[in-house]
């Protein structure tokens, strides 16, 4: 399965975004899908995930409350809404598809080529 992600951008704290991993080459519900962002400098972190069913998902401490995390199996896509944007969330955004559901960026197979968000004082 190939995954592109888009909809970054440019963001002044306190605004909003939503993210958009569009799968071809396969479908989305086969799989989970995970969010995951890597700042300058730092270590690639998970940020949330969704199982096959969507009844799952899960956040990571650092964005629970304020990202939201849901699929459209019928367009194959998988979005991210992020709201109440902090300067500490500017990073690459990346999506990712593995068999296994988890928040472990090791268990995931398939990425995305990411996209880069920014967040303004």
């Known amino acids: 399965v190939q995954l592109q992600a888009s909809g970054g951008g440019l963001v002044q704290a306190g605004g909003s975004l939503r993210l958009s991993c569009a799968a071809s080459g396969g479908t989305v519900s086969s799989y989970a899908v995970g969010w995951f962002r890597q700042a300058p400098g730092k270590e690639r972190e998970f940020v949330a995930s969704?199982?096959?069913?969507?009844?799952?998902?899960s956040y990571a401490d650092s964005v629970k409350g304020r990202f939201t995390i849901s699929r459209d199996d019928a367009n194959n896509t998988v979005y991210l809404r992020m709201s109440v944007l902090k300067p500490e969330d500017t990073a690459v955004y990346y999506c990712?598809?593995?068999?296994?559901?988890?928040?472990?960026?090791?268990?995931?197979?398939?990425w995305g080529q990411g996209t880069q968000v920014t967040v303004s004082s």
């Open positions: 990712a598809a593995s068999v296994v559901y988890g928040t472990q960026a090791s268990v995931y197979d398939y």
């Open positions: 969704v199982r096959w069913s969507g009844a799952r998902t």
